[in-house]
């Protein structure tokens, strides 16, 4: 038995989260990826908070990767990219549009060295529009996409996800899926292509289903006033009597019997999709006891009603142990493991992120490039 995606060969030229995610995704399923960095200071994400140690940010998605330090600001650079493309069929790219053609490394270009190339190519507002040259991070996607608009509290606070939506949804898994449908198109055709994924785009699509209620005139896309953001009473957070949350998620009508039922309120069973009076109710319920207390009551409750966990104790949670999804690093610090599980592929093996340039010359060695060659590459500042 392989891996899934055994055989796939990807030079990874992003930086910091959304590409780097999705190639880290791509290396656990068994694709070889080839880190392309600056020789001087590589992925930015490698200085992101690093202090003494390495980042832990960098070295969280770039597991499994080899790293390659070349610089393709110079004309020798390029050359050596073209040549790796002679043995690697996916180049993914995060540049703002118009970077790659600058560098001389275009799909014009790659595209010809190589027609079988797949590149994908991630950016904030896509390849073409009239933001495509505009910079942007992933609250700034959310917020021109309606997302943080109608994300918040019932008072109608806007908030911050906690985690980046836009890069990872809108960006690494758009990307990821158009890189394998292209894939699978290139088994059929023999022919590569380029694929363009934007995060705006893509974060914005993850609201179809709320946009068409939106649309229908059903929906007011502002914080705690739509069906699943706190307009009713079976569908919100409510703080413990210790200052902690439950969430409740009684959409269907049996998990809010079960509900009732389960704390003693069967009165509260024709109010499912109350007003701001059972809210309340519910409010007053969940404050006359401990998140323990809850969760005790809560335990053999068919009724979608679980605590507010912070990301560690999430993390170290029978949930995530029993899935394999908290490991340990040589450094004895635990790290996120692959979340995709698939019957007939091996699982991921386990490597820490390279340091830079940590494989330039066993991997230029394997496209012909001679020491002598190599010794010149890096006096020039090539590599």
């Not at 950016?123 to 495509?132: A, N």
């Not at 985690?163 to 890189?179: E, H, K, N, R, Y």
Request: proline share 6%; with cysteine; aromatic share 6%.
């Amino acid at each position: 038995m392989s891996q899934a995606l055994s055989g796939l060969k990807v030079l990874d030229l992003t930086m910091n989260l959304p590409g780097p995610y999705m190639t880290w995704l791509l290396a656990l399923l068994g694709a070889e990826v080839i880190k392309i960095e600056n020789p001087i200071g590589g992925d930015y994400s490698r200085a992101l908070m690093a202090g003494e140690q390495s980042s832990p940010f960098f070295a969280a998605v770039n597991r499994n990767k080899k790293s390659v330090s070349l610089n393709l600001k110079h004309p020798e650079g390029k050359r050596l990219l073209l040549k790796l493309l002679d043995h690697y069929d996916v180049l993914v790219e995060g540049f703002r549009p118009g970077t790659m053609e600058r560098l001389g490394v275009g799909f014009d270009v790659t595209s010809v060295a190589n027609p079988r190339l797949i590149q994908v190519s991630i950016s904030g507002y896509g390849q073409t529009g009239p933001y495509r040259l505009r910079a942007g991070h992933d609250l700034n996607y959310l917020a021109l996409a309606g997302i943080l608009g109608m994300t918040g509290t019932r008072d109608g606070e806007p908030a911050i996800p906690g985690v980046q939506i836009a890069d990872v949804a809108g960006g690494s898994l758009m990307a990821m899926t158009g890189l394998l449908a292209a894939v699978i198109q290139r088994e059929r055709t023999g022919k590569g292509q380029l694929v363009d994924v934007s995060m705006f785009h893509g974060v914005l699509s993850l609201a179809t289903m709320v946009f068409s209620g939106v649309e229908a005139g059903l929906e007011s896309p502002e914080p705690g006033k739509m069906f699943l953001n706190g307009r009713y009473p079976c569908y919100g957070l409510y703080r413990t009597s210790d200052g902690e949350y439950m969430s409740l998620g009684a959409i269907e009508l049996k998990f809010w019997q079960d509900f009732c039922t389960a704390v003693g309120r069967e009165d509260l069973m024709g109010g499912q999709f109350g007003g701001p009076e059972i809210i309340a109710e519910l409010d007053k319920l969940f404050a006359s006891r401990t998140l323990g207390q809850w969760i005790e009551i809560m335990a053999n409750a068919d009724a979608c009603c679980e605590p507010v966990l912070k990301l560690d104790e999430a993390v170290q949670s029978p949930l995530a142990d029993a899935r394999s999804m908290a490991n340990y690093g040589p450094d004895g610090k635990r790290f996120l493991g692959c979340p995709l599980k698939l019957s007939e592929s091996l699982p991921p093996s386990d490597k820490p992120a390279p340091a830079l340039g940590q494989h330039t010359r066993d991997i230029l060695a394997q496209v012909g490039i001679t020491d002598e060659e190599m010794q010149s590459l890096a006096s020039e500042g090539v590599i």
